[in-house]
Structures are given as structure tokens and as C-alpha cells.
């Protein structure tokens, strides 16, 4: 028998809706626990008791959020009949959702789909049936009402689900949602991968790549609490991608996940701008060690021996000894701070075996103020002076000679000149520090002191970053683990990286697992495949992805004389479907396009998708979004806008889920002309 669908109207359908209003029921008397039984705080003034309170407001706070019912999103999607003493405490019939959901008897309503139990909802097949009887799925209307079920019995093959495909058809509109309902058995192996080795996925465009990461994260934080303690984070590209994909977790109960672009996971503001190429020399790998000579170049040979003097008595420790002190801890390779606090207490340990060989008797107290004395203090400001990440990088930007030593062998003299600021600030302090200089302060803080670590980093479009962003991830997330999501053909910045491997290097995961994903939720057959034709100029060996998605007439290309007119008159017309419109176009030509359709900005309003359903896209924020229709202008002024501009055009075509029409004035880039469909 194959999987079939049950409309509105039969008894069945009666019974499952009569079954998901008990569970909304319960879980409205659930939170009403929460909120009735609040136990009285200790009025104290007390740190730890006012800590305390804090906290369990805070929990209180987040336990309310976690129990809110959306109307909109049905409680649960799916059932499970499993064979006759399968599953303990209930009657071998589980219902999963977004939440555990349990009446006033404790009795399990609806089940949590991170729970063990609920895995063969999306690992069962008639091979390997889980002790599964029969698969039921839900269809919801946009109101949340139970509206169809389709069923699927284990001991024979079904069709496919028409459930599942009209989720992966439904038309685009607004921010990203979850996919809890339909995750795919490939997908499902990697959200559900344990925490450690990290993952690496690599991805077509619209293969899942952040919606696995972000169920990943949310399967995590379910099965593994207690070793996320450190706090997990997940890393974007920009504030509108951020945006985008803002209320998948919280749909999914994680209302407490940090989401950050790179820029906003340094403790430091950006205040200044680089020019483009000491923006790409500062992002280059090398800095590393010319950040780290440009530290270590500041701890000298001492000039005079360490006199101590106490009363009448003088201690000495000859310069010698000094050196020696000093080379021992810097070829120890402790960091900067502690390596001058190490010092510090040797030289006073010297100092003490000399007042004990005089018969004294010194304690603890005596060493410490030994190590805090002014002479030692004096020695120390010449052998290994305290010194900020500010200071360190101030002094290679303005000082030439100073880069030329610490440069040496590292950098030509032109990229030297390139890093060197045009007009030197006048101090550390006064300096303004740009977008790159914020990672090398990282770099530098990271060799002069430890940083704690989080527990778990999720970072998206990884191919983009840095060798000097992932270093910083990576001290971001020293003790943790982290999964890696991207596309090495959509690498569009200076560094894009051509393999994994090299990218997991710096993030200092060389262990990772990496995993390939080649099923497309997103793009239509005939899009992808249009796109395809940039591969072996971006990418030669990657291969195109498949596409789950068929749609007729999903690629139109139209030429025309006037640009502006035909992609307002298309976008409006484009507006008629149900779905999103995006339009995308070269950075420089989309703030035009936009004031003539008077429609909204991405990035001058990261939230345009939430609000707007056309949405002007400059192609440097396309990465990661998805409309339903894109109207792509003028895809030659995109590739010629920068280096990797064909890299960007591809992104940019990938972007939507029904209809792709790209419109051109001048000729199409040669990579992409062919026999296409024109109209
Ligand atoms: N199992 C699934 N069921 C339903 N929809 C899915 C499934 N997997 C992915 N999708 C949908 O496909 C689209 C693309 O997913 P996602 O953005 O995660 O892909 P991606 O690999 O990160 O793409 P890109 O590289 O272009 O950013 C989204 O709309 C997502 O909801």
C-alpha cells in the first residue's frame, strides 16, 4: 500500500485534532505551573543570595519562553506506532513534536524528536523498520490546523511522501523555519552526530548545510547539557544572514543561543576601515607569527644587575642570571603575561635563597613583596615589559623599522608598506582599529593571556574566513568542539579557501570529520544546473548538486535595452505569486534599482525579510538567503565587480526556490552564455 494523504473532514483527522487540542491543553497547564508556583526569594543583600535570585528569575524567565504555545506551529508533526513492547511506560504509540508535552498524570502527550525514542521517525525503512509499524505524518494549515495525515507502513516499500514534498515545494516567504518535520536520513546521521569529533559539512547551495547545523546545535543541547556548560554560539556571515535564520532555534525551544556575526564575538569595537590590501594582508596566515615576533621582540637582554635592598643589606643577582631567567621562560612557550609574572617570581626566589644563606628566615609575604618590588619591577621593564595587545599592534602599524625586524623574511617590502598606516595615530589609545586589526588584537590577547573557552561554535559559510578569523574561532573555542558548515565554491572573499582541510587547520580542529551533503532542498533542477556552468571556472572537481526539486519553466533570461524598467516592471509582475521576490544585483547598482521600485534594502534594514516581501538584495549579502523568485540584473556587473566575482554570481544564483529570471542589459559573462530560455 502506498503512503497516502487523508483531507479534511474524516473521523480520523477528527480524533488527531481532538488529540493535538489535549496537548495544547497540556501544555498550557504546564506553564501555568511555572508562573502559579513561584517560590519566594530570599530578600538578602547577600552576593551569593542576590546571585541566586538572578539565576532562578533568569531560568523562570526562559522556562516560560520554552513552554509558549505558537498557534501556528502544530505541537506535533509526527507518529510513531511501534510493534507491541517496544516503548515501556505508553501504548507503543508516540506522537513527536518540537517539545516533550505531558498531562497532570506525567503521562507523555506529545515526545521530544531529539529523544532516542523518536530517531526512527527519521532513520525507520522497510530494510531496517526500527521496530516500527507504521510512519504518520501531519499536514497543518498556515493556521496551525490539523488538515491531512499520511501514513506509511514499514513492512512494505511507499510511495514517497507527498507530506514531505509539499514542505520542500511550499513557496518562500519571510525568515527561515525549521525542518524538524522532514529532515532527511542523510541529514538526520549529522545532526545527531555525537559532540565530539568535530563535523565539517560541505554543501551545494540549498542542501541543507544550515538547517543541519542548526537542528545539530539544537539536538545537542537536548542530549548533552552538561558538557555545553561553557556556552555554545552561532557564527554568521552578516546581520542580515543572522537575521534570516534568527527564529529556527527558538522554534525548536533554544531560546537562549548566542547568534553572532565575526566581527561581534570580539570583545573590541570596530572603529576604523582598512584599505582592500592591508585588509587582505592582515586576514593572511603570516600574521600570526609576525604578531607573534612583533610580542616577543619586546622581552630584551637586562641592562644592569637586580640590586635588592633591605635595610643596609644589598641583594644582587648578576645579569647573567637575569638572561638566563628570561631565556628560560620565553623558550617555554608560556604566554606573554604569565611568562613576566614567572620572571618576577624567580628573580625574588633568588633574592630570598640569598637572605636565608644570611640566616633570615623569609615567608611567603617576603617572596611576594620581593616580586612586587620596585627593582624587580625596574628589571622587568627592560627584559619583559607589561605591554597591551594595543600597544604590540599600534607599534607595527606606525613604526617601519620595527615591522621591517619583526617582518623580516615574512613579508616583501611592499605588503610591509602596505601595513604600515597612511596617517600614524598618535597612540594605542587614540589608534582606530579596523575590522582586521580587532582579530590580530584577538591574536595578540591570545598570546599574552588564556582565554576561556566555549563549549560549542557552529560556523557558517566557513570557506569565507580568514586564516587569522579562524585562528580566532578556534581560541574562541579551544577546549570545544565545532561544526563547520560550507561551500567551497561559494568562497567570495580574499581568503576562500580551496580545501577543508586547510580552513580546519587554522580553526585548530585538524581532527574534524568532514561530510559531504549533494541533495538540493532549495534550487530547481534547471537552476542549478544553469548555474552548474560556472563550476570548472570556480570550483573544477566540485560537482553539481542533484536537485530534489523539479519545476517547469523555473529559469528565464531576458535581454533588454532598458534595465531599470524591465526589472521593475518584473518585479512587481513577480509579486502577483505567493512567495518572496528578491532582487539581487552588484553591490553598486542595487541602492538605484532599489529607489526606483521604492521597495526595501537589505542591510539598510537586515530584517526586510521578516517584514517585506521584496526585498533589494546588494549580491555581497545574497550568501545564505533564499526567495522564492530572484530576479537577477546585470549578472556581468556582479562578476566584474571583484576578484571572485564569478564565485559571488554563483551564490547569487542559487538563491531561489521557484522561479530564477535574470535580466541583462550587457552581454551575459561568457561562463554562463549558452542556449537558454529567453523571454
Ligand atoms: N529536509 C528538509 N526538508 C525541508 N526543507 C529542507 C530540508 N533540508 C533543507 N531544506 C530547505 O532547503 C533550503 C536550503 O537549506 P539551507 O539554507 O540550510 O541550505 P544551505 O546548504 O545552507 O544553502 P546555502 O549554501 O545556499 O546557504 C531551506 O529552505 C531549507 O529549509
Known amino acids: 500500500m502506498p503512503a497516502h494523504a487523508t483531507t479534511v473532514g474524516s473521523a480520523e483527522i477528527s480524533r488527531e485534532a481532538g488529540y493535538l487540542d489535549r496537548a495544547r491543553e497540556a501544555l498550557r497547564r504546564m506553564r501555568a505551573d511555572v508562573v502559579g508556583t513561584e517560590t519566594p526569594e530570599h530578600v538578602s543583600s547577600d552576593s551569593d543570595e542576590v546571585w541566586f535570585n538572578t539565576m532562578y528569575r ?31 511506560e505508553s501504548d507503543d504509540r508516540i506522537y513527536i513534536g518540537r517539545r516533550h508535552v505531558r498531562d497532570e498524570a506525567g503521562t507523555p502527550l506529545v515526545v521530544d524528536w531529539r529523544a532516542p525514542v523518536s530517531t526512527p521517525f527519521y532513520r525507520a525503512t522497510t530494510q531496517d523498520p526500527h521496530r516500527v509499524r507504521l ?6 494549515s498556515d493556521l496551525g490546523q490539523l488538515t491531512a495525515y499520511e501514513d506509511e507502513p514499514l513492512d512494505h516499500p511507499a510511495a514517497e511522501s507527498a507530506l514531505v514534498a509539499a514542505e520542500i515545494e511550499r513557496p518562500r516567504s519571510g525568515p527561515m523555519r525549521d525542518i524538524v518535520a522532514t529532515i532527511q536520513p542523510e541529514q538526520d546521521t549529522l545532526v545527531r552526530a555525537p559532540l565530539r569529533p568535530s563535523l565539517c559539512v560541505q554543501g551545494a547551495p540549498g ?24 556556552g555554545v554560539t552561532v557564527v554568521g556571515p552578516n546581520r542580515s544572514f543572522l537575521s534570516y535564520i534568527r527564529h529556527v532555534l527558538p522554534a525548536l525551544g533554544e531560546v537562549s543561543v548566542r547568534q553572532r556575526t565575526v566581527e561581534e564575538i570580539f570583545e573590541r569595537t570596530v572603529t576604523g576601515a582598512d584599505p582592500a590590501g592591508a585588509a587582505r594582508i592582515k586576514g593572511d596566515a603570516r600574521m600570526a ?5 612583533a610580542l616577543w621582540l619586546h622581552v630584551r637582554e637586562p641592562a644592569d644587575d637586580l640590586v635588592y635592598l633591605q635595610g643596609s643589606t644589598r641583594y644582587r643577582v648578576d645579569r647573567g642570571r637575569v638572561a638566563r631567567i628570561v631565556a628560560d621562560i620565553r623558550d617555554s612557550g608560556t604566554r606573554y603575561a604569565p611568562g613576566r609574572e614567572a620572571v618576577a617570581q624567580r628573580l625574588a ?16 609575604r617576603d617572596h611576594a613583596a620581593v616580586a612586587r618590588s620596585r627593582p624587580v619591577k ?22 617601519r623599522e620595527f615591522l621591517a625586524v619583526a617582518g623580516e623574511d615574512l613579508l616583501l617590502d611592499r605588503e610591509q608598506a602596505e601595513l604600515l598606516w597612511a596617517k600614524p595615530y598618535r597612540s594605542a589609545r587614540s589608534a582606530k582599529w579596523s575590522a582586521a586589526d580587532v582579530v590580530l588584537l584577538d591574536e595578540l590577547a591570545g598570546l599574552t593571556d588564556r582565554t576561556a573557552s566555549l563549549s560549542h561554535l557552529v560556523v557558517d559559510e566557513a570557506q569565507d574566513l580568514s586564516p587569522m578569523q579562524c585562528r580566532a574561532l578556534g581560541r574562541l573555542c579551544a577546549a570545544g568542539s565545532m561544526t563547520v558548515l560550507g561551500d567551497i565554491a561559494q568562497g567570495t572573499s580574499p581568503w576562500a579557501a580551496d580545501d577543508w582541510a586547510t580552513v580546519l587547520g587554522h580553526l585548530g580542529q585538524p581532527d574534524t570529520e568532514l561530510h559531504v551533503l549533494d541533495r538540493g532542498f532549495r534550487v ?21 548538486p542533484t536537485s530534489v526539486r523539479r519545476s517547469a519553466g523555473a529559469l528565464r533570461v531576458t535581454a533588454t535595452d532598458d534595465l531599470a524598467a524591465t526589472v521593475a516592471r518584473e518585479c512587481r509582475r513577480h509579486l502577483d505569486g505567493d512567495g518572496s521576490v528578491g532582487l539581487i544585483a552588484a553591490d553598486d547598482d542595487i541602492v538605484a534599482l532599489c529607489a526606483a521600485l521604492d521597495a526595501t534594502l537589505l542591510g539598510r534594514d537586515e530584517n526586510a525579510m521578516e517584514t517585506d516581501r521584496l ?14 523568485v530572484v530576479v537577477l540584473a546585470e549578472p556581468a556587473r556582479i562578476v566584474a565587480a571583484e576578484p571572485r566575482g564569478l564565485n559571488r554570481l554563483y551564490v547569487a544564483l542559487t538563491r531561489a526556490v521557484s522561479v530564477l529570471h535574470v535580466i541583462h542589459a550587457e552581454p551575459l559573462p561568457a561562463a554562463l552564455a549558452g542556449d537558454d530560455r529567453s523571454g
Open 207 to 230: 542542501t541543507g548545510k544550515t538547517a543541519v547545523g542548526l537542528h545539530r546545535l539544537a539536538y545537542l543541547l537536548y542530549t548533552e547539557p552538561e558538557r555545553l556548560t561553557g
Open 349 to 364: 626566589h633568588l633574592v630570598l635563597v640569598q637572605m636565608e644563606r644570611r640566616g633570615a628566615t623569609p615567608d611567603d
Open 615 to 628: 526585498v533589494c538584495v546588494p549580491a555581497s549579502l545574497a550568501k545564505g538567503l533564499e526567495f522564492d
Open 524 to 544: 530547481p533542477e534547471e537552476i542549478i544546473g544553469y548555474a552548474a556552468r560556472l563550476l570548472p571556472h570556480i570550483a573544477p572537481g566540485h560537482p553539481a
Open 58 to 88: 533568569l531560568a523562570r524567565a526562559r522556562r516560560r519562553e520554552e513552554l509558549t504555545d505558537l498557534p501556528e506551529v502544530p505541537l506535533f508533526f509526527g507518529r510513531l506506532d511501534y510493534e507491541p513492547g517496544t516503548v515501556a
Open 135 to 140: 510512519r504518520r505524518r501531519y499536514g497543518f
Open 289 to 293: 607569527d609576525l604578531l607573534r615576533r
Open 378 to 399: 625596574q628589571v622587568l621593564e627592560t627584559v619583559w615589559p607589561r605591554l597591551t595587545p594595543e600597544q604590540v599592534l599600534f607599534r607595527l602599524l606606525s613604526d
